[in-house]
Structures are given as C-alpha cells and as structure tokens.
C-alpha cells in the first residue's frame, strides 16, 4: 500500500478514533440538519460561489481552481461539523467550529460570540457547516467544504439527514458523490446553488478495503459491493482491462 493510501485509510473515518454509536451518530446528524436549516494531512478547502456575476460554481484550494468535472469524492460521514462564521466587510473576522458528535460539550452559542458591530447588510455571525470527503483519484489530501450560505447549508442538512436515515435503517452510510449545481433566477439575475449528484453507497469496510487496495482499487467494484465483507475482488489480466482500475465516472 503507498503512503498516500495509508494516509486516507488513517484518516478515513477518524481512523476509527471516534467513540460514537449508530444511533448516536445518526441523532447528531438530525440535529445538526435541523440547525443548519435555521440557522491531520493536507486539507484542500471547496467553496461554491454562486451570485451573479461572481458565479464560479466549484472551486478547490487557495487558487480557486474548478475540479475535474467528472471527479468522483467519498464523503466522510464522521468529519461532519457546524459552527460559526462571523461576517464584515465581506470578511470572516471570527470563527468557531465542532464536530456535530460533540455539539454537547464543545458548541459554541450565538450569545458568546464577539460583537464585531455595527454590520452592514450581509454581516454578521451565520451559522456554518460542513464536511471532509476523498477524491478517488488522489485520496492523500483531504478536502474539506463549508458553508455559511442558506443554500450550502440546505445541501449539507439534506445529506445529513440521508445519511441519519440510512444509519438507522441499517443500510450502507457513506455516499459516493459528484459535485454539480442548479441554476436559477432571482431578482433577475441568473444565481446557482451547489448540489451533490450520489453516485452510490457504501459501508465504511468497504471504504477501507477499496483505499487499502491502492493502485488497484476500482470504482466499479466498490459501487458494486465487491469490496464487502469476506469477498474477494480478483482483478481482471493488465491486458484485458488496460483502463479499467480507479476510472471516474459522469454522474447519470
């Protein structure tokens, strides 16, 4: 196994570290959905911009570069946080973050944030929040996107409260994804809103599995359940699947 794959099964999942529940996990989920509906290795931050003429859609790293189109990320349903971002001047001066399995103990409440006042339209704390996934072709930086806006944050409590059902259904919980967007009108102006396109789920030992198998991991078999428990995946002849290894796939 490479370094670099060695990095995203360490980090994958807290590496294990966190101590939480099913029901546990999924309760907190709930929560930080019905929040945000109201208010160690590299990490690339993704951001959505998506007013008028500043409309850029996805964007990655300090550069503001566009991801591949066709890039395909496994989310990581533990890295889930919310908190605050404090706006002036169209600036972040003050932020506050947490890990939604621990909102009981670290939480910070709106009440004991500075006064960075007066504001201006626009300013002031949002509530934010967030979530780490891996992008399949280069698992080794984790890459990170928050939000303060009603339309990230609305994305992000949608997914919650999916992966919450799904943990409490006893069903795979950990979504395979693409990122795409939706335009839309308002006031006149041609506005996007960032979406997930979900091309599947799948459990967290399959996860592992397919990030244990470096080179040699394949999308399709972990879409399609090759990578569970106590199955083997034989991997086609060099020859007869010259392409076939980690390939992306568009979104349906």
């Known amino acids: 196994m490479s370094d670099e794959n060695k990095g995203a099964v360490a980090s994958f999942m807290g590496g294990g570290a966190l101590s939480i529940g099913k029901a546990e996990m999924a309760a907190a989920l709930n929560e930080s959905a019905q929040a945000g509906g109201t208010g160690s290795g590299d990490v690339d931050y993704l951001s959505f911009s998506g007013q008028g003429a500043n409309y850029k859609g996805w964007t990655i790293g300090r550069d503001k570069v566009a991801p591949e189109p066709d890039a395909i990320y496994i989310l990581d349903p533990k890295s889930a946080i919310e908190g605050w971002i404090t706006w002036k001047g169209g600036a972040p001066v003050e ?30 704390p949002q509530f934010s929040m967030g979530i780490s996934m891996l992008d399949i072709d280069a698992p080794g930086n984790k890459i990170e996107f928050s939000s303060s806006s009603k339309s990230g944050r609305n994305v992000l409590a949608d997914l919650n409260k999916e992966i919450a059902k799904r943990i409490m259904g006893d069903e795979p919980f950990v979504p395979i994804i693409t990122l795409t967007s939706e335009k839309f009108v308002a006031h006149g102006k041609t506005n996007g809103k960032p979406k997930f396109g979900f091309e599947g789920w799948v459990t967290e030992e399959e996860v592992m599995a397919f990030l244990a198998a470096g080179d040699d991991g394949d999308l399709e078999d972990l879409l399609t359940g090759k990578y569970a428990a106590g199955e083997e995946v034989v991997e086609e002849p060099e020859e007869a699947a010259p392409a076939k290894r980690r390939a992306r796939r568009s979104a349906a």
Do not use: F, I, M, N
């Not at 909102?103 to 002031?124: E, F, M, W």
């Open 95 to 124: 932020k506050h973050s947490w890990s939604v399995y621990e909102r009981k103990t670290q939480a910070v409440p709106q009440s004991q944030l500075v006064d960075h006042g007066p504001y201006a339209d626009g300013d002031g």
